[in-house]
T-cell receptor, first 111, second 113 residues
Framework: GEDVEQSLFLSVREGDSSVINCTYTDSSSTYLYWYKQEPGAGLQLLTYIFSNMDMKQDQRLTVLLNKKDKHLSLRIADTQTGDSAIYFCADVNQAGTALIFGKGTTLSVSS | EPEVTQTPSHQVTQMGQEVILRCVPISNHLYFYWYRQILGQKVEFLVSFYNNEISEKSEIFDDQFSVERPDGSNFTLKIRSTKLEDSAMYFC???????????FGSGTQLSVL
């Protein structure tokens, strides 16, 4: 079945770049997503990329998509303590009716 | 910015009791969803709802679960007889169309004792 895998933890220093990686098993979806979850909060749509793109830049965020390797990454430049959160990669199931989430990567930013 | 709202933020219940989790999706959205996240596990799809009926449901969404859109604004998830393993964070989401971006609420933390 469809699956999304992510590393569980990432620890960086303030000002460094963070790179969160994700792999997926199959995608015929139009979009692939990154969601952010801060403590006690819901899932906030952070950014997304069209499946026919290789890269998307959005201020400090860069999303890279390698469809051949089924690999998606999120790079956060100049990481701040406020970026500490859980980051979820999400794909869409083949029917296009539901999101499939990874387990989430906990990003810890130290000052 | 419009948002999905969920109530209550926390719900504690005894095993075997019925619970209703409430959601107000974004007003012009047409597709509604429930997801859940058991502590330490993935966010899992439960059910999608469109045009006043369930369009898809997962294996988790058994006969103990039901959804309803009782009026033009609310979208509810009912668990008839809660089990300990139903303890999770339940997220409501809505989207303007199929395969469009999903917007999530902040979740209801359900604890079954």
């Amino acid at each position: 079945g469809e699956d999304v895998e992510q590393s569980l933890f990432l620890s960086v220093r303030e000002g460094d770049s963070s790179v969160i990686n994700c792999t997926y098993t199959d995608s015929s979806s139009t979009y692939l997503y990154w969601y952010k979850q801060e403590p006690g909060a819901g899932l906030q749509l952070l950014t997304y990329i069209f499946s026919n793109m290789d890269m998307k830049q959005d201020q400090r965020l860069t999303v890279l998509l390698n469809k051949k390797d089924k690999h998606l990454s999120l790079r956060i430049a100049d990481t701040q303590t406020g970026d500490s959160a859980i980051y979820f990669c999400a794909d869409v199931n083949q029917a296009g009716t539901a999101l499939i989430f990874g387990k989430g990567t906990t990003l810890s930013v130290s000052s | 910015e419009p948002e999905v709202t969920q109530t209550p933020s926390h719900q504690v219940t005894q095993m075997g009791q019925e619970v209703i989790l409430r959601c107000v999706p974004i007003s012009n959205h047409l597709y509604f969803y429930w997801y859940r996240q058991i502590l330490g596990q993935k966010v899992e799809f439960l059910v999608s709802f469109y045009n006043n009926e369930i369009s898809e449901k997962s294996e988790i969404f058994d006969d103990q679960f039901s959804v309803e859109r009782p009026d033009g604004s609310n979208f509810t998830l009912k668990i008839r007889s809660t089990k300990l393993e139903d303890s999770a964070m339940y997220f409501c989401a809505s989207s303007g169309g199929l395969n469009e971006k999903l917007f999530f609420g902040s979740g209801t933390q359900l604890s079954v004792l």
